[in-house]
């Protein structure tokens, strides 16, 4: 590709090597006042040893720099540790750089590449993955959790390895041409709306529930409360089960706590032949 080539060997090879220590990121976690501040330090090591070589004042300030919170998708992460690069390079050749907006770019970016990156990478891709692969492995075929690997980490490593690029080529002037033409917003709200698509699609679809209860008649067949709630609002109980584990989420419980509380419901439903 073009951002690829326009770039030097040595230059490459520095991207290359902040691509790769990339993964470590979300293996460190220094508290809550950190985050993964640690990791990012690792990642981007490359181009600090290779700009401040000869300048070992500079080479520690721009770590201390970056012992700032850091926590971002990990998807898109790499296109800021490529925005750093750059900017670390421009500080370093530069004394009149103004060291403090690399930290200020860095943060103000969080927010809104980990919205996108959210809403494409766990709301839309890992869906459509997940979704597959659950189709196909409850077929009994060994394809489903094999596709759903490949389905979510080909486009994933991909992006990560080509955002490294696009961050230090393209750097800072790209982000501002997006919020100033509005596409970032846009982009955002595109990606949440899909994934939220994608959401009710598999509710819709795979979440399901069918009661045996039955209302006898003398003398003739029984009333089945399924064929009722069918008429009333097909996949409403699915429906109000996704809705209601949504909303233990978003008080925080533990996931494992709901699928066992999903769990023990299922078994006890059974039992009681009300399923």
């Avoid at 501040?37 to 770590?63: C, N, Q, T, V, W």
């Avoid at 196909?136 to 060994?142: E, P």
């Avoid at 955002?188 to 699609?201: D, H, V």
Wanted: charge should be positive.
């Amino acid at each position: 590709m073009k951002l690829t080539k326009n770039v030097s060997a040595e230059d490459r090879k520095m991207l290359n090597s902040i691509f790769w220590r990339s993964f470590t990121v979300f293996a460190s976690r220094a508290g809550a006042t950190k985050a993964h501040a640690p990791g990012f330090m690792y990642s981007i090591m490359p181009a600090l040893d290779r700009y401040y070589k000869d300048d070992k004042e500079g080479h520690r300030d721009a770590m201390m720099r970056h012992t700032t919170w850091y926590n971002i998708t990990q998807n898109v992460g790499t296109f800021v540790m490529g925005l750093v690069a750059s900017m670390e390079k421009k500080n370093a050749e530069d004394k009149n750089f103004d060291a403090s907006s690399i930290v200020a770019l860095k943060t103000s970016l969080m927010g809104p590449l980990s919205g996108i990156g959210d809403s494409i990478f766990w709301g839309v891709l890992r869906v459509i993955a997940a979704g597959i692969g659950i189709s196909l492995a409850t077929q009994g075929s060994v394809l489903g959790p094999i596709l759903f690997l490949l389905i979510y980490n080909i486009p994933s490593i991909a992006t990560r390895y080509y955002l490294t690029y696009m961050g230090f080529t393209v750097g800072d002037t790209f982000i501002q041409s997006m919020y100033k033409s509005g596409s970032m917003a846009l982009l955002n709200k595109a990606a949440s709306t899909l994934g939220l698509m994608m959401i009710g699609c598999m509710t819709a679809s795979m979440v399901t529930f069918k009661s045996k209860l039955s209302i006898p008649i003398a003398g003739g067949k029984p009333i089945l409360i399924q064929t009722y709630l069918d008429q009333l609002w097909q996949g409403l109980v699915p429906m109000l089960v996704t809705l209601g584990c949504y909303w233990l989420l978003s008080k925080k419980v533990n996931v494992n706590w709901i699928l066992l509380g999903v769990l023990v419901l299922a078994v006890a439903l059974g039992l009681l032949g009300v399923v």
